[in-house]
């Protein structure tokens, strides 16, 4: 196989180099059109140069790349809400004390045992016509109600930047909402908020659609369970499965199957493609097969909400059906480039979408590891073969999404190919069994014993993925990885797949350059780490967690003699690939790099021989931090998450009268300093 077969692949994968590196830089339009026209430039003297002397022709082709590469940066630009004068940022003033907003919720996301979470499209700010998007939150607390898609709301509260992460290595839910193009936050609390009208758009129809399926298939005795995995399967609604459920199926390799991806559209293709077979034999039959085809699954798109991952796999066998029909010859590697390049120029964010790189990886992987698989054994029986195939399909889909995996998740499950022999004839049989009755709910046909069978089926594969996910001898978690890994397991991988399609001594050199990045990645990676020595002090509601990090070793400093087992530790570890080498109680004095650091708790004592350069004060002590200040003098004050919220808030105005540093852990998160 050779890359530069593929060029519109190549191409593609540039125009992703420059979005990530706008990702970065965050340039203006201004700034990029310039460069964009300096590309061009570069690009047209390639060309002239090109035509005029044959032996400078690569010269056309990395002035090609080049172009891609700044056409990325443009699209990233055009894309970025901030650079537009007409979004709200640009007139906010974070520390004023209300604004007035009015906008339409557009978008439901998944609650949590406190809230109800929505998206916010603004209308105007203060007033002043402008756009955007915010994150809503609904206190659950403050309101039994919830909002729908559509409502139109008046709301007068501070507008709040997202909060990030309050611990090293822990998940950036600024981040990730960022590439949502959602940068703000406003709280709906003490009925500051009206629900003033209902905007009627696209959006408002099919959520009533899908709250109508929903409603039909609560009425038929669908279990909560059973609910909750008919809605991710059919209308891409994830939000009230059952935590127990989705961890089963993340530890036993089926996750991929609770997001509408490419197996479901695949699968609704080969129904599709069925039914509708019979209309080729007509005149013009098979142009007319094709749009129908493609209509059906763009409406299946719609229904499910447009989510990243089914408009990837929606727009990629969108391409496949045409080329199919239309007996065009269609390279799958171009397919995938013209899918991933259509798809950017709409919305450059899905490029970071967790959900998009993997379906592109298993695909990638899929169209090139599964046929070598298939090459060497092939068996004979039909039922036999067919199981097989979806082994090879698994084993190939794992491979190529194994590096991500471990990045994004750091655990492998190691019965993935027994998960997916059992659960994809499953997931096949219950997309038939609820299209037949969703199209039976609206033609108005009893189904009863339709979805008895719909819903036993899904009972059935829940039961079976449970099971599997129950031998935790086989789920290896808390695997280290970082990027450099990834990009270094993802090159080996496909130095891999050119040696073993063309197998010859001379192509030895390129799985042995796979290993030796792997290895600099890997071992590189174990000894920054080791030579990066640390105190911090972490954040935990009601909680004391400190460590000290030294040749990759932590040793914690907790009251919680089981803080080794907490989430945040185990983030941490993970990701400097170091251990817990034991728990420590807390002391009042530590000396750290020449730092003195004394430690007041509730007991409030201080009385120390030496004057501390840091005061951590922890679990609320009772004391006078005035003449604290007075006494110590020290160079900084330090409140973790263990003290009651009124009692920072009182420090912290004591040493700003007192001109001391003060940080609060529940306010700007970890504090560390170096070793």
């Not at 780490?529 to 009601?542: A, D, M, N, R, T």
């Amino acid at each position: 196989m050779k890359v530069i077969r593929f060029p519109l692949l190549i191409f593609t994968l540039f125009v992703v180099l420059g979005i990530c590196l706008a990702d970065q830089l965050r340039p203006s339009l201004n700034t990029t059109f310039l460069v964009l026209c300096g590309s061009c430039i570069l690009f047209g003297l390639g060309y002239f140069i090109a035509q005029t002397k044959f032996n400078l022709r690569f010269l056309f082709g990395l002035a090609t790349y080049q172009l891609a590469f700044t056409f990325g940066l443009l699209l990233f630009a055009v894309h970025y809400p901030p650079n537009f004068k007409s979004h709200y940022s640009n007139d906010l003033h974070y520390d004023q004390e209300k604004s007035w907003v009015e906008g339409i919720i557009t978008e439901k996301l998944k609650p949590n045992a406190y809230s109800n979470k929505y998206f916010l499209k603004v209308n105007s700010v203060n007033g002043k016509i402008c756009s955007g998007k915010l994150l809503v939150i609904l206190s659950k607390k403050e309101s039994t109600s919830t909002l729908q898609i559509g409502d139109k709301i008046v709301v007068s509260s501070k507008i709040k930047p997202i909060i990030k992460p309050h611990n090293p290595y822990q998940f950036d839910y600024s981040r990730y909402l960022e590439k949502k193009d959602v940068f703000d936050q406003l709280y709906l609390e003490n009925n500051n908020f009206k629900i003033i009208g209902i905007h009627k758009n696209t959006a408002y129809y099919l959520e009533k659609s899908r709250n109508s399926i929903e409603e039909y298939f609560k009425n038929s005795g669908l279990t909560e369970d059973q609910l909750s995995i008919c809605k991710a399967l059919l209308i891409g609604q994830k939000q009230n499965i059952n935590p127990e459920i989705t961890d089963a199926y993340s530890k036993s390799g089926a996750i991929h199957i609770l997001a509408i991806s490419g197996l479901h559209v695949g699968i609704l293709l080969f129904l599709f493609k069925t039914v509708l077979d019979p209309l080729q034999k007509f005149k013009r039959g098979r142009f007319i097969t094709a749009i129908i085809l493609v209509v059906l699954l763009w409406l299946f798109a719609l229904l499910s909400g447009l989510s990243a991952s089914v408009v990837r796999a929606v727009t990629m066998f969108s391409f496949v059906t045409i080329g199919m029909y239309l007996k065009r010859h269609t390279n799958i590697y171009n397919t995938l480039g013209s899918s991933i390049f259509i798809l950017l120029l709409f919305e450059p964010n899905y490029v970071f979408d967790v959900g998009f790189q993997l379906s592109y990886c298993a695909v990638l992987a899929i169209v090139t590891i599964q046929p070598l698989l298939s090459s060497w054994y092939q068996p004979k029986n039909k039922i036999a073969s067919y199981f097989y195939s979806i082994f090879t399909v698994s084993i190939a889909a794992q491979l190529g999404v194994l590096p991500l995996s471990l990045y994004y998740f750091h655990q492998f499950p190691g019965l993935f190919f027994i998960t997916n022999l059992a659960v994809i004839p499953l997931v096949t049989l219950i997309l038939i069994l609820g299209i037949i009755s969703i199209l039976a709910f609206y033609i108005g046909i009893p189904s009863s014993l339709v979805v008895q069978a719909f819903g036993k089926t899904i009972s059935l594969m829940n039961e079976i993925v449970q099971k599997i996910a129950a031998l935790d001898t086989f789920i290896f978690e808390d695997i280290p990885s970082n990027l450099a890994i990834t990009i270094a397991s993802l090159i080996l991988i496909l130095m891999g797949v050119i040696y073993f399609k063309n197998p010859k001594k001379s192509n030895i050199k390129f799985i042995l350059m796979g290993l030796i990045g792997f290895q600099f990645a890997l071992y590189g990676s174990i000894a920054y780490h080791k030579s990066q020595s640390e105190f911090i002090v972490f954040q935990y509601p009601q909680k004391t967690i400190m460590g000290i990090k030294e040749n990759n070793e932590l040793v914690l400093i907790s009251p919680d003699t089981m803080a080794h087992t907490n989430y945040i530790i185990k983030n941490y570890i993970r990701s400097n690939f170091a251990t817990v080498k034991k728990t420590l109680p807390l002391k009042n004095v530590y000396s750290i790099n020449r730092n003195q650091i004394l430690l007041v708790d509730q007991n409030g004592i201080y009385s120390i021989p030496q004057k501390p350069d840091i005061v951590i004060l922890t679990q609320t002590p009772k004391i006078n931090l005035e003449r604290l200040i007075e006494t110590l003098q020290p160079q900084i004050i330090i409140a973790d998450g263990s003290n009651y919220l009124y009692a920072v808030e009182l420090w912290k105005e004591t040493c700003r009268k007192k001109s001391i540093p003060f940080h609060s852990t529940s306010e700007k998160g970890y504090f560390k300093i170096k070793i």
